[in-house]
């Protein structure tokens, strides 16, 4: 998903623009609501629209554009494996502490959902390994529309019927047919679709279009995406209801930033990845929580509020994170650590 904006600049201006994108998203949103212009009930709308529109498109030019070197294919599916696993190790700890439905899905997806894409990993993958770990990173996301919508979906989707009242008395095996079959043909589930077409078209060798890059589609797209779902977020988030999930959130974020690495190590030396690859694949699953758990609990009718605080906090530790190793990297004099390979 960063192929284009990675030939577009400098890697700290491609950074700077996304942030700000972002940041002017979540604003946007918060302050259109607050005066009365967008409704809290019209986010779900707003995001559902951007998968379809934005997502789907997106997943699979990105995933035709993309050299797939033999072998590499351990990358993605060791992305996938560590996700669900921490997805279900949180899950187990929601359990646990007997968490309502609507609160133990988000904490279960935040702690194994990340923020892998084009909005953070894909910088810092690109700043610190340069178009290596710019590779590797887009190999890591053909994993996720698979993830997302065969495992994610519905879990989500369960956890939201178990929320809103008793499930039918089916059996388990039938309950979760039930549920991939109409998590599979939602239409929010195009993405899915698309990244196999953008699969097989790339593994069939044919060539994409050159207008996509000569007009910038990949680009408009992502900003667009960041603008609608961002500013979805803010139109759901309340400053005021934000510090009573405080301790969820932090609960959540241990796992995204202490347990995930540990799983992806374990996964990763299974399958014999080592150097880069390795560890592009512990950054990334080092992450903030992923902005589809935040339209999950939105689509769902899971707390949005615990989703928005946890996606909130997670981000504030990474990018705090970020800027006391550049202020470091400054102070040590080491040179530029968003040059190519600094």
């Known amino acids: 998903m960063t192929i284009l904006a990675a030939q577009a600049g400098p890697a700290e201006v491609r950074f700077a623009v996304f942030m700000a994108c972002i940041a002017a998203a979540i604003g946007g949103g918060y302050v259109a609501r607050r005066a009365g212009l967008l409704r809290p009930s019209w986010a779900g709308r707003i995001m559902s629209v951007a998968i379809v529109v934005c997502d789907a498109p997106i997943a699979c030019l990105a995933i035709w554009h993309l050299d797939i070197p033999p072998g590499v294919w351990k990358v993605p599916a060791a992305g996938a494996a ?18 309502a439905p609507a609160d133990a899905a988000v904490f279960g997806l935040q702690g194994g959902m990340g923020n892998v894409g084009y909005t953070l990993g894909g910088c810092l993958c690109f700043a610190l390994w340069g178009i290596q770990g710019l590779a590797l990173e887009q190999m890591f996301c053909l994993m996720w529309p698979f993830f997302s919508f065969l495992f994610c979906f519905p879990v989500a989707r369960h956890y939201g019927e178990a929320a809103g009242g008793p499930s039918p008395r089916v059996s388990g095996l039938a309950y979760a047919a039930r549920t991939l079959w109409q998590s599979l043909t939602d239409i929010r589930s195009l993405p899915l679709y698309l990244a196999t077409l953008g699969l097989m078209l790339n593994l069939r060798g044919a060539a994409p279009p050159q207008a996509i890059g000569q007009w910038h589609v990949l680009d408009v797209l992502m900003v667009a995406g960041v603008f609608m779902q961002f500013g979805g977020v803010g139109m759901t988030v309340e400053a005021r209801r934000l510090p009573v999930f405080w301790k969820k959130s932090l609960g959540s974020a241990a796992i995204k930033f202490i347990l995930s690495p540990l799983v992806m190590l374990a996964v990763a030396l299974a399958l014999g990845l080592s150097g880069e690859p390795l560890q592009v694949c512990l950054l990334l699953a080092a992450m903030p929580s992923a902005l589809y758990s935040v339209l999950m609990a939105n689509l769902f009718g899971l707390n949005k509020d615990l989703a ?16 006391a190793g550049l202020a470091a990297w400054k102070i040590a004099g080491a040179g530029n650590l968003f040059a190519p390979g600094g």
């Open 82 to 99: 560590a996700g669900v696993a921490t997805c279900l190790a949180a899950l187990w700890v929601a359990r646990l502490r007997r968490m």
């Open 308 to 323: 928005n605080a946890t996606f909130i906090l997670t981000h504030v530790i990474c990018l705090g994170a970020i800027l």
